[in-house]
């Protein structure tokens, strides 16, 4: 346990986070929103943490600026993400498992996708893992690109305006919060993290069900 909390702390020190800099953070975006090798990436809480470290001028760009990037780099990283599904297609349904690929991450988004249709784009964004591999689906099943392009602009807008502003406005209003970012990472972790170990669950017993 004490292990988990010294790796947290390494994920969530601010000059760690900042040392980065501004360009590599950008490219963290993109990757976890369209490469498939991103999906460990910590996409939720470094948009929060940039927001918030924004907010205390330990980030020396403007909120602004910190925004429109993320949202470009998240829209773009989707398109890549559904070029690649468009063209490796049922290929990749059959890929074998390897350390940065995992077939079960396929499945979830297209159980995802299942339910949700289009609309697991936009709120596919909110949960790690769907947010790398929806767009990539999307592409499999060869979505229409408008209605794609759709989707995925409102719903990178929405995520990166929900966590880098919420980061923002509650460092602004309580500037003490860079004292507990331990807690408020974990917190965002779980967050995020529940519902979608839910929805996984309860796929695996509809599917059960079904089968029987």
Known sequence: MNNFWVHLQNLTDAQSIISLGFYALVIIVFAET???????????????????????????????????????AGILGNFAGYWFGYRTGNQLLTKHNSLFFKRRHIQLAKDFYGKYGGMALVLGRFFPIIRTFAPIFAGIVKLDFKKFTIYNCFGCIAWVCTFTLSGFFLGKRFPQLANYMDYIILGLIITTAVPLIIFYFRERVRTSENIE
Do not use: E, R
């Open 34 to 72: 369209g490469l498939f090798f991103g999906f460990f990436l910590p996409g939720d809480y470094l948009l929060f943490m940039s927001g918030l470290f924004c907010s205390s001028g330990k980030f020396y760009v403007s909120i602004y600026v910190l925004i429109l990037s993320f949202i470009a």
